[in-house]
Nanobody
């Protein structure tokens, strides 16, 4: 079992920045796939960033150049640095991990970007 706990969401003005954190209950050095998804009101959940061990992090086109995902192994934490935020980035952001072919999700953290 893997528990993922997101934090760092909140209300920010357009153009501002936020950093989301995802704390894992196990060593992330054992996890090969982690990522961030988001779900805006009335929309389907979509991939924001996906990190695979030994590979590059991929980003959805709408956040390229603005969002950066990173991991801190000693802290077993993954981050999502979000810059130049836009109102259309408003969503609940979810942390995701895949371990031994099983998907795990956090409960999400709300990001609201005002215009």
């Amino acid at each position: 079992q893997v528990q993922l706990v997101e934090s760092g969401g909140g209300l920010v003005q357009a153009g501002g920045s936020l950093r989301l954190s995802c704390a894992a209950s196990i060593s992330i050095s054992t996890i090969n796939v982690m990522g961030w998804y988001r779900q805006a009101p009335g929309k389907q959940r979509e991939l924001v960033a996906l990190w695979t061990r030994g590979g590059r992090t991929i980003y959805v086109d709408s956040v390229k150049g603005r969002f950066t995902s990173s991991t801190d192994s000693p802290k077993d934490t993954m981050y999502l640095q979000m810059n130049s935020l836009k109102p259309e980035d408003t969503a609940v952001y979810y942390c995701y991990a895949n371990l031994l072919s099983k998907d795990y999700w956090g409960k999400g953290t709300l990001v609201t970007v005002s215009s």
